[in-house]
């Protein structure tokens, strides 16, 4: 199971000087089991804030979250997240880094090294599993994120634009490697990101933020089967509507600043 109930979710923040910052307004959305939902908007448009409050990580100030029925009160078992900046332990090996999670429910030495070896063959690092952090590429380091979010068998994945700082062809191989591993382990994925192109080729839905306040512009259906040719017309096509859509939205951003001043 891993659906996801998103209800009238609303975000602000206060800023040092005293501003109240609307982060997100009244989002809603309904998210289907082993779906893969991309978010894409502007920066600042609230897409990370959002991935935390259903991670538990962060408290809405308005609205709910569930997962399978159940409301969203703080992080849990159901729900694991991936970041960019990877958050791995330096001082552990990559099997002490998978295992982590499992080590902080109880579960045995023998029986969580068993567990994230089985995760660390399916990213395809078992060569690797006593290396260190600092001995990876960034593209390593990633799949060992991967690993240590699936370990804990969650039934969503969260990632937060996992790989938004490896270059085209490490990201580009990254992308098929995690749909490998969604098609296997059939989990929900939330996924954010900056690139248009990243979101076509990844995900079943896509959801259009707006610039601050964050509020749902559009959710566009992706009808290509997989796997997906980036080359294809529909793909291209598809691609240029949602970077037009963003580039308007950040047009409004800016004009909305020029008016306030602000610019």
Same mark, same amino acid.
């Given at each position: 199971?891993g659906?996801?109930?998103i209800?009238?979710?609303?975000r ?7 501003d ?5 307004s009244?989002?809603s959305?309904s998210i289907?089991d ?26 809405a100030?308005?609205g709910?979250v569930r997962?399978d029925?159940s ?12 970041f960019?900046?990877?958050s ?5 090996s990559v099997?002490s ?12 030495k023998?029986e ?5 070896r #089985?995760?660390?063959?399916l ?5 690797f599993?006593n290396?260190?952090?600092?001995e990876l590429?960034?593209?390593? #380091? ?11 068998d ?14 085209a062809?490490t990201r ?7 749909l ?10 939330l996924f954010?990101t ?9 995900s079943?839905?896509i959801?259009v ?5 964050g ?7 992706i009808p ?11 793909f ?14 950040e047009r409004k951003?800016?004009?909305i600043?020029?008016?306030s001043?602000n610019l």
């Amino acid at each position: 199971m891993g659906s996801v109930e998103i209800s009238h979710i609303s975000r602000e923040f206060m800023r040092d000087d005293g501003d109240k910052v609307i982060a997100l307004s009244d989002i809603s959305l309904s998210i289907a089991d082993d779906e893969f939902v991309s978010f894409v908007g502007p920066s600042g448009c609230g897409k990370t804030t959002l991935l935390r409050i259903i991670a538990g990580l962060d408290n809405a100030n308005a609205g709910e979250v569930r997962v399978d029925g159940s409301l969203i009160t703080g992080p849990g078992q159901k729900v694991g997240m991936v970041f960019q900046e990877y958050s791995l332990f330096p001082w552990r090996s990559v099997l002490s880094n998978v295992a982590f999670g499992l080590q902080m429910r109880g579960i045995s030495k023998e029986e969580r090294y068993a567990i994230a070896r #089985k995760y660390i063959s399916l990213v395809g690092l078992s060569q690797f599993e006593n290396s260190y952090p600092h001995e990876l590429s960034g593209g390593m #380091k990633q799949r060992v994120a991967i690993a240590r979010a699936l370990a804990t068998d969650p039934d969503i994945l969260l990632m937060d634009e996992p790989f938004g700082a490896l270059d085209a062809q490490t990201r580009n191989h990254m992308q098929c490697e995690l749909l490998d591993i969604w098609e296997t382990k059939k989990k929900t994925i939330l996924f954010v990101t900056h690139s248009c192109d990243e979101a076509v080729f990844l995900s079943d839905r896509i959801v259009v933020l707006s610039p601050r306040p964050g509020i749902i512009r559009d959710i566009i259906d992706i009808p290509i089967s997989r796997p997906r040719d980036r080359t294809d017309k529909e793909f291209i096509d598809l691609r240029r509507h949602l970077l037009e859509m963003i580039e308007e939205e950040e047009r409004k951003e800016e004009r909305i600043k020029c008016k306030s001043g602000n610019l």
